[in-house]
């Protein structure tokens, strides 16, 4: 009996350090920053910047003003991009050796989501006032404009859920589709060239350098009036030599 008692305490202890190591992993992270890029933590109601490395769960929001984008990174390296007037939720978020799911809400702006292949089950869905797009490994662009979403496939498929009606499309790699606000639906259609060169443009993002901290003790930064050059002559610098 005290055998017994043993094992399971043991294996308890096992499941605890485990959970808690899983709980200590950033499943999701601000990779990359450019511009003014605000984070919202709940349950907190307030706008703050975000910062690189920072992790969001669910139910935090992050989102970009004018000028700014932002790449969201997961442990793979499977990750979205968002371009600048964006704004994203984080709906759902599970990461583990047994599934992959996650749910984004996109509220406005655009978004690249590039998908890298899952060696468990994976749900990667991204929700918009008017749709949602589920993926299956792939990389796609969501827009959201005033009267309904857009998607366009780059690689892979998606299925694309019009929310208005309910019907689904499944759009290919090269496609694209438009669902509007008044349950129209533009079916799945090739692009031109120039149409994908302005959806795909301008999704590259550097990350921010890290922030300046001035010397302990100083009460401020060095700028150019802390260095002072002394008038100094050729020929007296000659004649010192």
């Known amino acids: 009996m005290r055998t017994k008692i043993f094992v399971l305490l043991v294996i308890l202890a096992g499941l605890l350090c485990s959970t808690a190591a899983f709980a200590d992993d950033t499943i999701l992270k601000v990779a990359a920053i450019t511009g003014k890029v605000l984070v919202k933590i709940a349950p907190s109601t307030e706008w703050t910047a975000a910062s690189l ?13 004018a000028g ?3 790449t969201l990174e997961f442990p793979n390296k499977s990750a979205f991009s ?3 007037n964006s704004e994203l939720t984080i709906d759902e978020l599970i990461w583990n050796n047994v599934i992959k799911k996650v749910g984004v809400n996109l509220a406005s702006g655009e978004l690249k989501a ?3 292949k899952m060696d468990t089950p994976s749900d990667f869905k991204v929700k918009t006032p008017t ?8 990389t796609f662009y969501v827009i959201v404009f005033p009267d309904g979403t857009g998607v366009y496939v780059e690689d892979g498929l998606v299925d694309f859920l019009n929310t208005i009606n309910g019907e689904t499309y499944t759009v290919y790699k090269g496609m694209n589709s438009e669902v509007h606000a ?9 692009l ?18 890290e922030p300046y901290t001035e010397p302990e003790g100083t009460g401020r930064g060095v700028d150019d009036t802390d260095i002072i050059v002394p008038d100094v002559t050729p020929e007296e610098v ?4």
């Open 53 to 65: 490395g920072q992790a969001l769960n669910p139910k935090d929001a992050i989102k970009t003003e």
């Open 68 to 70: 700014a984008k932002t």
């Open 82 to 84: 968002l371009k600048p």
């Open 114 to 116: 590039m998908i890298k």
């Open 131 to 138: 749709a949602v797009c589920g993926a299956r490994g792939t």
């Open 182 to 190: 008044d349950g129209s639906v533009t079916p799945p259609r090739e």
């Open 192 to 209: 031109t060239k120039d149409e994908v060169a302005a959806i795909i443009a301008d999704y590259d993002v550097e990350p921010v350098a």
């Open 238 to 241: 000659a004649s010192k030599t």
